[in-house]
């Protein structure tokens, strides 16, 4: 196996648990928060989805599935097309309200530019430099294992929910 391979295989993991976290929900299923202040299945689902198209799509220098396949419009949002989840609050998170046709399928868009994107890598790409932000600066591989990391969290916590709420 190779290193490739192992990314598309990880990435891979991420949308089987996508697919079984959301299917068969109804939309007010999907945006139930426990407690009324946790997070739904749906922020989860889109957040999870916007970081990994935008830290794909940043590192693999091309446009972000969201702008480029006009889900920015289909999902219809209050939020700007840059905007990930990042430090939203409880009403940006109660705004998330979307079908499970409509999570899958712009997880499915981004998962498949993202392995388009990730059967391009060869192990040498690994140690490029993507974020010179932080010290020490983040190379390829950091970053995608921080995607992968970030995601299946976030797909285990939306599992969580749908358990909680069945």
Known sequence: MNTSAVLV????RI???V???VEGLADDVLSTRPEQTGNSIAWLVWHLTRIQDDHLADAGGYE???TADGWHDRLGLPFDASDTGYGHGPEDVAAVKLSAELLTGYYDAVHARSIQYLET???EDLDRIVDRRWNPPVTLGVRLISVISDDLQ?????AYVR???S
Do not use: R
């Open 9 to 12: 295989d990880a990435f891979g």
């Open 163 to 165: 358990g909680l709420l």
């Open 154 to 158: 976030h797909a285990g916590q939306a």
């Open 121 to 123: 890598l060869t192990d």
């Open 15 to 17: 949308q089987e648990v």
């Open 19 to 21: 697919h079984e976290v």
């Open 64 to 66: 972000q599935v969201l």
